[in-house]
C-alpha cells in the first residue's frame, strides 16, 4: 500500500493537471477524511512541490521521456518513479518543517522554532532574544554591528561600542539604535518597531524616508514609506515577553491568528476578510497557541475545528455575540 505521502503526491499531480469531475471530487473527500493525517501531508506537500518549482513542470520532462522510450514500455511505471523521487524529496522538506523550522532556517546563524523562544549574548556584549520562529543573521565588522531579521521578532539590548554603531535590517528596512532595547518583528512586507528604551532611527529601504521613536513609541516600516504605530506600555512589553504573551489591543482577529499561525507546528487555516471586522483584546499565550484558540473561541463569535493537530480551522459564528 503506498504511503500517506505518495498518496498525497498522487493527488497533488491530479490537483496540478486540472479540476477533478465529480468522482475525483467524490474520491479527495473521502480520501481527506479518512485519516486526519491526510489533509495536513497533502497541503504541506503542496507547498514543498512549488519550492521545487512545480509537478507540472517535473511531470513535462518525465512525459517527454516516456514519449522516447518506445511503445513497449509502459507509461505509468516510469511517471509513478518520477513522481515518487519528487515525494520523497517533499518527504524530506516536510519532515523539517514538521519539526518547526523551515528549511532554509539551516542556514541562518540563530533560528527558533514554533513555540520556541532562545537568548543569546552576542560577541560585543549585546544581547537578542528570538521568539518562536524567528532567524537572524549576524555580521560583525571593525565599523558596524549589523543584526539581518530574515523573519520573526527580536528583542534586542545592545552594548554601547561608539566605534560600532548597531543596526537591525530588514527586507523593509533598518533600524539604528541610538539606545539600548527595542523590538523587531518582521512579516509579509511590512516590519513594526517596538521601544522598550531610549531611541531608534527607523529608516525605509528604498525611500530613505526616516524617523526616530522613543521609549513606549512604535513604528511600522514598508520598503517605500513608514510611519508610526499607537504608544505602549514598556513594562506591560517586557512582562509579556518574559512570559512569551502576545499582548493585543484592538488587534483585528485575521492579525492575531497570523501571530498564533507562526508558532504552531500544523497549519492553521481561516478566511481573511470574514474574520478581519472582529477586533481582539487579549493577552495570549504564545508558547501555547491550542490555548489561546481556545481563549479566543470563548470570547469571541467563532468556531474552532479541523483535523487533529496539524489541520485547523477558524470560523465566523453568525448570529453569535
Excluded: N, Y
Aim: proline share 5%.
Amino acid at each position: 500500500m503506498a504511503s500517506i505521502e505518495e498518496q498525497a503526491a498522487e493527488w497533488v499531480l491530479r490537483l496540478g493537471e486540472g479540476e477533478l469531475d465529480e468522482d475525483e471530487q467524490r474520491e479527495l473527500s473521502a480520501w481527506l477524511l479518512a485519516d486526519p493525517r491526510h489533509p495536513a501531508t497533502l497541503q504541506r506537500m503542496q507547498g514543498v512541490i512549488s519550492q521545487l518549482q512545480g509537478l507540472r513542470d517535473q511531470r513535462g520532462p518525465a512525459a517527454a521521456a516516456l514519449g522516447t522510450a518506445g511503445p513497449g514500455l509502459r507509461r505509468v511505471p516510469v511517471a509513478r518513479r518520477a513522481l515518487l523521487g519528487l515525494a520523497m524529496a517533499g518527504t524530506l522538506l516536510c519532515g523539517l518543517q514538521l519539526s518547526g523550522v523551515e528549511p532554509g532556517d539551516w542556514l541562518a546563524d540563530l533560528h527558533t522554532a514554533p513555540a520556541q523562544w532562545r537568548s543569546e549574548t552576542l560577541e560585543d556584549g549585546s544581547r537578542i532574544t528570538l521568539a518562536g520562529h524567528s532567524a537572524v543573521d549576524l555580521h560583525f565588522e571593525a565599523g558596524e554591528r549589523r543584526l539581518r531579521l530574515l523573519h520573526g521578532q527580536v528583542l534586542v539590548d545592545v552594548a554601547h561600542d561608539a566605534a560600532r554603531p548597531f543596526l537591525v535590517q530588514t527586507d523593509e528596512g533598518s533600524f539604528r539604535a541610538l539606545g539600548t532595547r527595542f523590538v523587531v518583528s518582521q512579516g509579509a512586507g511590512r516590519s513594526e518597531l517596538t521601544m522598550l528604551e531610549s531611541q531608534v532611527e527607523a529608516r525605509s529601504a528604498e525611500t530613505g524616508a526616516r524617523l526616530v521613536a522613543g521609549r513606549g513609541e512604535r513604528a511600522w516600516v514598508e520598503r517605500d514609506r513608514l510611519g508610526p504605530l499607537p504608544a505602549v506600555d514598556p513594562q506591560r512589553i517586557e512582562l509579556a515577553w518574559q512570559r512569551h504573551q502576545l499582548v493585543a489591543d484592538g488587534l483585528p482577529l485575521d492579525q492575531v491568528l497570523d501571530s498564533l499561525a507562526a508558532q504552531r507546528r500544523g497549519l492553521l487555516r481561516f478566511d481573511r476578510q470574514a474574520l478581519q471586522g472582529i477586533k481582539v483584546s487579549a493577552v495570549l499565550p504564545l508558547d501555547d497557541s491550542d490555548r489561546a484558540l481556545q481563549l479566543l473561541a470563548e470570547a469571541l463569535p467563532i468556531r474552532i475545528g479541523g483535523f487533529g493537530p496539524w489541520w485547523t480551522t477558524v470560523e465566523p459564528v453568525p448570529g453569535k455575540k
